[in-house]
Protein backbone atom coordinates (compact mmCIF):
# COMPACT_ATOMS: atom_id res chain seq x y z
CA UNK A 1 0.00 0.00 0.00
CA UNK A 2 1.09 3.27 -0.43
CA UNK A 3 -0.37 7.31 0.06
CA UNK A 4 0.42 10.48 -0.63
CA UNK A 5 -0.75 12.87 1.79
CA UNK A 6 -0.74 16.34 0.72
CA UNK A 7 -1.81 19.39 3.42
CA UNK A 8 -4.33 21.73 1.68
CA UNK A 9 -6.40 25.07 1.67
CA UNK A 10 -8.77 23.64 0.06
CA UNK A 11 -10.02 20.93 -2.34
CA UNK A 12 -12.33 19.92 -4.64
CA UNK A 13 -13.34 16.82 -6.75
CA UNK A 14 -15.07 16.37 -9.99
CA UNK A 15 -16.39 13.95 -12.99
CA UNK A 16 -17.71 14.72 -15.69
CA UNK A 17 -17.49 18.35 -14.30
CA UNK A 18 -19.99 18.05 -11.41
CA UNK A 19 -18.44 18.29 -8.00
CA UNK A 20 -18.59 15.32 -6.05
CA UNK A 21 -16.63 16.00 -3.00
CA UNK A 22 -15.19 19.01 -1.47
CA UNK A 23 -13.40 20.02 1.69
CA UNK A 24 -11.54 23.69 3.21
CA UNK A 25 -8.32 22.85 5.13
CA UNK A 26 -7.06 19.56 5.85
CA UNK A 27 -5.35 16.78 4.00
CA UNK A 28 -5.60 14.99 0.15
CA UNK A 29 -4.37 12.08 0.70
CA UNK A 30 -4.32 9.69 -2.91
CA UNK A 31 -4.11 6.27 -2.10
CA UNK A 32 -3.27 2.55 -3.47
CA UNK A 33 -3.25 -0.55 -2.87
CA UNK A 34 -0.96 -3.14 -4.73
CA UNK A 35 -1.35 -6.57 -5.04
CA UNK A 36 -0.89 -8.92 -1.79
CA UNK A 37 -1.49 -6.04 0.63
CA UNK A 38 -2.84 -7.09 3.43
CA UNK A 39 -6.16 -6.33 4.88
CA UNK A 40 -3.80 -5.64 8.15
CA UNK A 41 -1.90 -2.72 6.79
CA UNK A 42 -5.00 -0.76 6.47
CA UNK A 43 -5.09 0.22 10.54
CA UNK A 44 -1.68 1.22 10.15
CA UNK A 45 -2.53 3.59 7.66
CA UNK A 46 -6.17 4.96 8.85
CA UNK A 47 -3.96 5.76 12.30
CA UNK A 48 -0.66 7.09 10.88
CA UNK A 49 -2.71 9.64 8.68
CA UNK A 50 -5.19 10.71 11.14
CA UNK A 51 -2.31 11.29 13.95
CA UNK A 52 0.29 12.92 11.42
CA UNK A 53 1.42 16.29 13.14
CA UNK A 54 1.50 18.52 9.63
CA UNK A 55 0.17 21.00 10.31
CA UNK A 56 1.58 24.26 12.31
CA UNK A 57 1.17 25.11 15.95
CA UNK A 58 1.01 29.03 17.27
CA UNK A 59 5.05 28.80 16.98
CA UNK A 60 4.70 27.65 13.38
CA UNK A 61 6.01 23.82 14.46
CA UNK A 62 4.33 21.10 12.79
CA UNK A 63 2.75 19.92 15.80
CA UNK A 64 -0.68 19.88 15.10
CA UNK A 65 -3.00 16.69 13.42
CA UNK A 66 -6.03 17.01 10.98
CA UNK A 67 -8.26 16.29 14.05
CA UNK A 68 -6.68 19.13 16.06
CA UNK A 69 -7.03 21.91 13.52
CA UNK A 70 -10.46 20.98 12.60
CA UNK A 71 -9.65 19.99 8.92
CA UNK A 72 -11.01 17.73 6.91
CA UNK A 73 -9.58 14.81 4.36
CA UNK A 74 -10.04 14.28 0.78
CA UNK A 75 -9.50 10.20 0.33
CA UNK A 76 -8.62 9.30 -3.38
CA UNK A 77 -8.07 6.11 -4.83
CA UNK A 78 -5.14 6.08 -7.02
CA UNK A 79 -3.83 2.72 -9.10
CA UNK A 80 -1.23 4.88 -10.29
CA UNK A 81 0.94 5.10 -7.07
CA UNK A 82 1.55 1.43 -8.17
CA UNK A 83 3.38 2.47 -11.51
CA UNK A 84 7.02 1.02 -11.92
CA UNK A 85 9.41 3.36 -14.06
CA UNK A 86 12.40 1.21 -13.80
CA UNK A 87 11.64 -0.60 -17.43
CA UNK A 88 11.68 1.83 -20.27
CA UNK A 89 9.41 4.95 -20.26
CA UNK A 90 5.42 4.07 -20.18
CA UNK A 91 4.86 2.69 -16.35
CA UNK A 92 3.14 -0.66 -16.25
CA UNK A 93 0.54 -1.30 -13.64
CA UNK A 94 1.24 -5.01 -12.92
CA UNK A 95 1.62 -4.24 -9.29
CA UNK A 96 -1.63 -2.42 -8.92
CA UNK A 97 -4.53 -4.75 -6.99
CA UNK A 98 -7.37 -6.00 -9.07
CA UNK A 99 -10.58 -3.66 -9.37
CA UNK A 100 -12.99 -5.35 -7.06
CA UNK A 101 -9.92 -6.02 -3.73
CA UNK A 102 -8.52 -2.13 -4.32
CA UNK A 103 -12.04 -0.86 -4.44
CA UNK A 104 -12.93 -3.22 -1.12
CA UNK A 105 -9.49 -1.96 0.78
CA UNK A 106 -10.28 1.48 -0.10
CA UNK A 107 -13.92 1.97 1.03
CA UNK A 108 -12.56 0.11 4.22
CA UNK A 109 -9.50 2.08 4.82
CA UNK A 110 -11.41 5.31 4.40
CA UNK A 111 -14.21 4.16 6.92
CA UNK A 112 -11.14 3.39 9.40
CA UNK A 113 -9.40 6.90 8.84
CA UNK A 114 -12.87 8.69 9.63
CA UNK A 115 -13.22 6.77 12.79
CA UNK A 116 -9.94 7.39 13.74
CA UNK A 117 -9.05 11.03 12.68
CA UNK A 118 -12.63 12.02 14.14
CA UNK A 119 -12.88 14.59 11.26
CA UNK A 120 -15.04 14.93 7.97
CA UNK A 121 -13.75 12.49 5.40
CA UNK A 122 -14.70 12.61 1.73
CA UNK A 123 -13.91 10.66 -0.84
CA UNK A 124 -13.27 10.14 -5.16
CA UNK A 125 -15.21 8.09 -7.29
CA UNK A 126 -13.51 4.72 -7.44
CA UNK A 127 -12.67 3.65 -11.24
CA UNK A 128 -13.32 7.16 -12.55
CA UNK A 129 -12.19 9.96 -14.17
CA UNK A 130 -11.64 12.59 -11.61
CA UNK A 131 -10.17 16.34 -11.85
CA UNK A 132 -8.68 17.36 -8.79
CA UNK A 133 -8.14 21.23 -8.15
CA UNK A 134 -6.67 21.53 -4.86
CA UNK A 135 -4.43 24.93 -2.93
CA UNK A 136 -1.36 23.08 -1.43
CA UNK A 137 -0.32 25.08 1.61
CA UNK A 138 3.69 24.61 2.36
CA UNK A 139 3.71 22.71 0.13
CA UNK A 140 3.76 19.89 2.43
CA UNK A 141 3.45 16.22 0.96
CA UNK A 142 4.32 13.20 2.85
CA UNK A 143 4.92 9.55 1.00
CA UNK A 144 3.65 6.37 3.36
CA UNK A 145 4.52 2.90 2.59
CA UNK A 146 4.00 -0.10 3.91
Request: with cysteine; hydrophobic share 40%; glycine share 8%.
Amino acid sequence: MKAVVQVVGQASLSVEEKIISKIGKGLVVFFCVEKDDLEEKLQFFAKKIANMRVFPDENGKTNLSVQDVGGEILFVSQFTLAGDCEHGNRPSFVNAELPQRAKELYLKCAKLLESEAKVPVKLGVFGADMKINQTNDGPFTIILQK
